[in-house]
């Protein structure tokens, strides 16, 4: 993608509070400060990377307020408040480019069934299914081979990337936006066990999407069984997770890839999830909980606390029994070592020889 | 979803065996006891909620006959022989209205190869491609997008959702309800490496899938290398599972989500497989074998046994395991304190001063 | 998938380089040893399975130059170099029949912006959308229901299979392989946190994919924040694994299912990742690094290095450390034992009684 920005367009962006040096590059491209190069923007979004700073060959570099350095010959440092927001604000304008606003309007090749309501400003792309009853609110997005079934709703600004569905029954909030292959209602996973077979039990409840959420690609949520699976409003979930019926998750909470939640666990406001957790079902995780990345979740986690591991510990006793895990070896060796040596000291004792080891 | 039953028509429905109490309520909604309030039904599914009976509104109780307490006033008991069983019978009720037959046809806008054999009574939705030589079975329902390859086919009564692929040659049961987004069909992961590059190894074997599968959203099946991937007849497969080529399943297994099946493994009929198990390849898990949510299977299962944990061990010994190993912190300093002692007690023994300990 | 070859056709497709033995029949399947019959081809691929030679029934068997045994009646021994790849050759032609080319040009039910470049002997198959600015290249096939988005491109010779999604601005190069259900392109997952919200940090960049990739079923690949997310030529990946944005992904490498790395982290060339395992963000791995199956990596890997584990450590002591894992409960009871015989030593001796173990 092509784009083009001086620097005085960027300090405006940024809404810059000062600035060090000069440059008179156009800005084409934005990098990592090691990478960068001239007509590059970069950023200290981390203070760990702070030292690269001095040696980065970008022509604009957005800083903190209090950044000590100077910058070099032909280059600019923009002193904002958080230079990772502000890259983001420049991001943003690119986006814009990334992503046209399409024309509302709907395509021919889409299939819309009698009985839905399609908003005049919503945009219906080629070769999407709306069944009957379904509702698409102001300027929604359904950019291709969109699928939304019968009595579901998708409400106002909502962008559905090519290939997902929502099923019957299912509502989408305002601001959504949904990646491709993403699943909204599909069963849930339950059965009854009669007579040597899995008899299903039919999930006949729905899922509600918050205004706001955002869901990455090939995740799926699945009906609830009664009632409602829901996910909170601001709630931004990662590609591949798994959320199964009656789950409900809050608000502004964060679900990293790969994540699965087992079926009417509860996990509270501004709970954060590393990628490939798992959490087993019928818990409750409280508000600000976090879990570790590849964690097992097997009991309820009280409101803030960090757990991690499989099964899942609090966070720093898990972090001290993985160093503990690779001395086992060595614990092996010194529990030998001991016995031996108290083997030998009840030899030279005629008490001691006469005290039999207690049975392992 | 808007429904309503009267307490003699859910009676009916559920094949009450006794009563107690009575309500006047139209039952509009179905919730968990906690959560149920006038024009509920609940249930009590697990007998660890017992307690919630006595203090649900709910205006209908699902309970089995040997519960002991009574109704409150304008509340129905309803004493069913399983009060889970009862609920999905209600519920099956409620799923007809959510996901009404479709009236059979092909729909104008989906792609049949002319060398394509589709029933008279199957359902092909809109936008749906079926290729050249597939079979299409009686009552079959391919909703919306579906893909069905060339050569392949789908049984009876089965139902594909919006978005799911069948690719050539692979086969698909009767009354088989397969979620949006399965993939039957994909290649198996296959290489030969050969001077410093991986050469594909083709993978022309096909999937067949048996009849009362159903198999959750998302969930890959990949083709064999040559031979047939296989899942029997009732096994019921979540979302997000991987299944690997020349992997066979047996009969009325259950695996739950984001469970992984490497290349050529065995599952015996009735295994259950918890959420985000992995299993590494050509191994064999017995007849109803268990394996825990998460545990990693490097070895194989017998008949019956229940395994967890990473690498999988015998379940009590892992839960044990899981236990001590919040305590290592203290064993080491344990281990200290000895170590301690026994070179004191060294000191002060003249034959033990002379011992040395044995290297660690 | 019908079939027939003759032993004398099969010795040539395999490049056989000696013969034992002879059969008339006429090969109709491909089978393992211990399962083919006659009319079946099998194969000695791992040396472990060399006694199934003897007794298997197969009337062609692909072996080995130096293999000892000799046929039985009616069966022949092809001698090859290495019967994978032989066998391998062989599934090549069978291939052909299972997906025989499909005739170039555009179906009329795909939707191709008019500011999109088709080749002439590119295959768009039904129901695909081809956006604006978007190339196709020579002899690529887009078999159905396939997106590619604005300015994205895929290379000659490419495959992408039902439900393929490429989004705007990605590159796929040639001869690659992306099965049903790949998502090339969905946003990366960043976020800044700002005033009790998610603020989404908009992924501007894209995804590139080197020639002869291949991408298993319902993988995702999300975009660059800004920059590219890349893999390399050669590398194969499994079905759903997740590669975060701005992943670099070597040459060769190896990823099975269900894989997730982390944004921003770096894969050397020829590294192979066993299934479900995980890495975490900002990490590199090197040349030739192995990752055992479930191993979550939180740190760099050195070239040619082997973890394993939760967290990663060295593959050797991990193979240890779960050996003594499940000695744990033996070695509590060493402890206590060594512990009651210290406390009895200590009432013997007047010296050790006035010694206070110290504090646990």
Known sequence: MEFEFTAAELAAITGARGQRGSTSERIRGIAALSEAGPGDLSFLGNSRYKAEVATTRASVVLLPPDHAGEPAAGQLFLLVENPSVALALVCARLERKLWPAPAAGVHPTAVVARGATVADSATIGPLCVIEDGAIIGERAHLQAQVFVGRGASVGEDSWLMPGVVVAADCTVGRRVRLHSGVVVGSDGFGYEFVAGRHQKVPQVGGVDLGDDVEIGANTT????????????????????????????????????????????????????????AGVAGHLSLGKAAKVGGGAAVTADVEPGAFVNGSPAIPYMLERRVAVLRERLPDLFRRVDALEEVIDGLKKLSPEGAGRKMPPA
Chains 1, 2, 3 share one sequence.
């Open 221 to 276: 949520l699945d009906r609830a069984r009664f009632g409602r699976t829901s996910v909170g409003e601001g709630t931004k979930i990662d590609n591949l997770v798994q959320v199964a019926h009656n789950v409900r998750i809050g608000k502004h909470c964060i679900l990293c890839a790969q994540v699965g939640i087992s079926g009417s666990t509860t996990i509270g406001d501004y709970a954060v999830l590393g990628g490939q």
